[in-house]
């Protein structure tokens, strides 16, 4: 199972088997549970780098909680030595030995972190969450093809569960702002909602919120307005963006050989089906979802993966580039 999903992953077959990521494969075609399929993806990629890994865990000699325990401190210089030393250990004496070997300052343990969100589409956790999305413990199920390892923490995940037919139960911890504004919700609509019932005060907030999405995602709308000119050949037009959206039905149009259309539906993004740099137009007919997964997918069929790698390199140094010189100081400027 782990070398599979080694070969999977590294070779990205997820993919143009329809799957927007590692994950979703693991846990819709392997069927592992989500914090399975974190643990054994991590494994696969740190046994991929330190093959020892393979043998150790089919002897036994290791398993899969210490080789997670272990991944973060797993270097080429020392792995060797680290690995011999944590064979035939149960959790807690490899615990024990990472903390001797790498010993943590004593201030760290009198802070608790609260975990941001752990997201998954349509199922699984959710939160109300007020910090940095890229804040540490961060994870993106569905869209990262690079699963981080699984994290235990002494804090309640949030989770989004079936409590009855149609109705669920959702368990989060929220910042200081969103109770303020919830308990400010429920007393503006105290006339429509004597109660207080916070359900009703999320179900009108998460309309609104959506509603602004879903301008800012295909610029939908109930009074469209004439398409103004511009002059970016890039640009897609609102009209064609709600149409595709409303045909595409919000989600990616990939479709494997096997007739499997992925089900991704988060980060989706506008792809020409006859390439931009080929003279493709944005029109309805030219235009798809897909998820980023899929559109790079399609692009390295189409121009070759290595072309596409050096395309990235050059947009990540030119954004360093940019970045660079919007925080150089003026010349002659004081400090």
Same mark, same amino acid.
């Given at each position: 199972?782990?070398?599979?999903?080694?070969?999977?992953?590294? +070779?990205?077959?997820?993919?143009?088997?329809?799957?927007?990521?590692?994950?979703?494969?693991?846990?819709?075609?392997?069927?592992?549970?989500?914090?399975?399929?974190?643990?054994?993806?991590?494994?696969?990629?740190?046994? !991929?780098?330190?093959?020892?890994?393979?043998?150790?865990?089919?002897?036994?000699?290791?398993?899969?909680?210490?080789?997670?325990?272990?991944?973060?401190?797993?270097?080429?210089?020392?792995?060797?030595?680290?690995?011999?030393?944590?064979?035939?250990?149960?959790?807690?004496?490899?615990?024990?030995?990472?903390?001797?070997?790498?010993? +943590?300052?004593?201030?760290?343990?009198?802070?608790?972190?609260?975990?941001?969100?752990?997201?998954?589409?349509?199922?699984?956790?959710?939160?109300?969450?007020?910090?940095?999305?890229?804040?540490?413990?961060?994870?993106? !199920?569905?869209?990262?093809?690079?699963?981080?390892?699984?994290?235990?923490?002494?804090?309640?995940?949030?989770?989004?569960?079936?409590?009855?037919?149609?109705?669920?139960?959702?368990?989060?911890?929220?910042?200081?702002?969103?109770?303020?504004?919830?308990?400010?919700?429920?007393?503006?609509?105290?006339?429509?909602?004597?109660?207080?019932?916070?359900?009703?005060?999320?179900?009108?907030?998460?309309?609104?919120?959506?509603?602004?999405?879903?301008?800012?995602?295909?610029?939908?709308?109930?009074?469209?307005?004439?398409?103004?000119?511009?002059?970016?050949?890039?640009?897609?037009?609102?009209?064609?963006? +709600?149409?595709?959206?409303?045909?595409?039905?919000?989600?990616?149009?990939?479709?494997?050989?096997?007739?499997?259309?992925?089900?991704? +539906?988060?980060?989706?993004?506008?792809?020409?089906?006859?390439?931009?740099?080929?003279?493709?137009?944005?029109?309805?007919?030219?235009?798809?979802?897909?998820?980023?997964?899929?559109?790079?997918?399609?692009?390295?069929?189409?121009?070759?993966?290595?072309?596409?790698?050096?395309?990235?390199?050059?947009?990540?140094?030119?954004?360093?580039?940019?970045?660079?010189?919007?925080?150089?100081?003026?010349?002659?400027?004081?400090?």
């Amino acid at each position: 199972m782990l070398a599979h999903i080694a070969e999977v992953d590294a +070779r990205k077959l997820y993919l143009p088997a329809g799957f927007p990521s590692m994950h979703a494969y693991s846990v819709q075609r392997l069927r592992l549970s989500e914090d399975a399929a974190l643990k054994r993806i991590q494994a696969a990629r740190v046994a !991929r780098q330190f093959p020892v890994i393979f043998t150790a865990l089919e002897e036994g000699r290791l398993h899969l909680s210490g080789v997670c325990l272990l991944a973060p401190y797993l270097k080429e210089a020392s792995a060797g030595d680290l690995l011999a030393a944590a064979m035939d250990r149960s959790k807690d004496d490899i615990a024990k030995l990472i903390a001797r070997r790498f010993p +943590r300052s004593e201030l760290l343990e009198l802070v608790d972190e609260y975990p941001s969100s752990a997201r998954a589409e349509g199922e699984g956790r959710t939160e109300l969450d007020c910090s940095d999305e890229h804040a540490p413990g961060h994870v993106d !199920r569905d869209t990262l093809s690079h699963a981080p390892a699984h994290v235990a923490t002494p804090v309640p995940r949030p989770k989004l569960e079936p409590h009855a037919d149609g109705r669920y139960a959702l368990h989060v911890v929220l910042c200081q702002e969103a109770h303020d504004l919830i308990r400010y919700a429920q007393a503006l609509s105290s006339h429509s909602n004597p109660q207080g019932n916070i359900s009703q005060v999320l179900l009108h907030a998460l309309r609104d919120h959506v509603a602004r999405l879903e301008k800012q995602k295909f610029a939908a709308t109930s009074r469209p307005r004439p398409q103004r000119p511009s002059h970016n050949p890039r640009h897609i037009p609102a009209h064609v963006k +709600r149409t595709v959206w409303e045909r595409d039905g919000g989600q990616c149009t990939f479709v494997s050989a096997s007739g499997r259309r992925c089900e991704a +539906r988060r980060g989706l993004e506008y792809d020409h089906k006859t390439e931009f740099a080929r003279g493709g137009e944005a029109t309805v007919d030219n235009i798809q979802l897909r998820c980023p997964g899929h559109n790079q997918h399609t692009a390295e069929r189409t121009y070759g993966a290595g072309f596409m790698k050096r395309k990235r390199e050059e947009a990540a140094a030119a954004r360093m580039a940019a970045k660079a010189a919007k925080v150089a100081p003026v010349p002659g400027a004081y400090a």
